[in-house]
């Protein structure tokens, strides 16, 4: 009996797939998942894991139970919970607040609360500059994101020196300790003239001063791509995200 070329052809390609579908997806462990079913988070938080992609973010960090991790600019204290609840009680996470924004209860009072809260009792806040960041002790991760974009504006978030910022993310972290990065993408080409004005940031600028301090880079997750996205708006969490991760070598 002779098969059509026309009805064989989408067959394999149908079983090809399946195949390669296991291999693709993204295996989430069991204690990013506990992290994610927190109780104890609000359900705003919830209701925007839909667009944030928690599972897929934290799972491809690498992050898990007893790392230190610093957290930059943890305003909003999205992932400051899960990340707590990945790290665990032999773990630490240590969020950063501006001098001048430590007092201002847009982007302090949730950090303080988690802080407060018998539950995160592993998590601590560091008043610091945003443009040296550090923690009392070596670590093995430092988490940012969708604020990259804004070290390269002027303000309490700026960095002032973008060089000096991430060599200082490079002698915060232990050897081979890994630099998260997420941020509201940008056009390619644009480099970093939309941080101010869409608050996006062309990944490619990012990559070359990420590994400019000496760091390499490990790889990337689509997990936050969207399909034919507008890089002319202003960013929201629901736009496309680039999703990097870095390492400091051994």
């Known amino acids: 009996m002779t098969i059509s070329r026309n009805l064989l052809l989408p067959a394999l390609v149908l079983i090809v797939g399946f195949c390669a579908a296991p291999v693709m ?22 209701d925007a894991d839909a667009y944030r992609a ?19 600019l943890g305003i909003g ?14 773990g ?20 303080k609360a988690i802080v407060a809260d018998p539950a995160y009792s592993n998590v601590s806040i560091e008043v610091q500059p945003t443009g040296a960041p550090s923690a009392p002790v070596p670590v093995d991760m430092v988490w940012t994101s969708d604020n990259y974009h804004d070290l390269h504006n002027p303000g ?17 972290l232990k050897p081979g300790g890994i630099f998260f990065v997420i941020d ?26 990420v590994q ?11 997990a936050l791509r969207r399909p034919n996205e507008d890089y002319t708006a202003h960013s929201t969490f629901k736009d ?5 991760r870095f390492r400091k070598p051994k």
Do not use: C, M, W
Not at 92 to 111: G, S
Not at 212 to 219: D, H
Not at 240 to 244: A, G, K, L, R
């Open 156 to 172: 309490p978030v700026g960095a002032e020196d973008i060089n000096a910022f991430n060599k200082a993310v490079f002698a915060a």
């Open 25 to 46: 997806a993204q295996k989430v462990p069991g204690y990013v998942s506990a992290a994610i079913n927190d109780a104890k988070r609000p359900d705003a938080d919830k």
């Open 212 to 222: 400019k301090a000496g760091f390499v880079f490990e790889g990337e997750s689509d």
């Open 92 to 111: 630490h996470v240590y969020t950063t607040i501006p001098p001048a924004l430590k007092d201002n209860p847009k982007f302090a009072d949730t950090e």
């Open 184 to 209: 509201h993408k940008g056009a390619p080409g644009t480099g970093v003239t939309q941080t101010g004005s869409l608050h996006r940031v062309d990944p490619q600028a990012v990559k070359d001063e």
């Open 77 to 90: 204290g999205y992932y400051t919970r899960i990340l707590s609840k990945v790290v665990g009680p032999k």
């Open 54 to 72: 928690p599972a897929a973010s934290v799972a491809f960090s690498k992050a898990k139970p007893g790392d230190q991790v610093l957290e930059l």
């Open 240 to 244: 496309e995200q680039f999703i990097f």
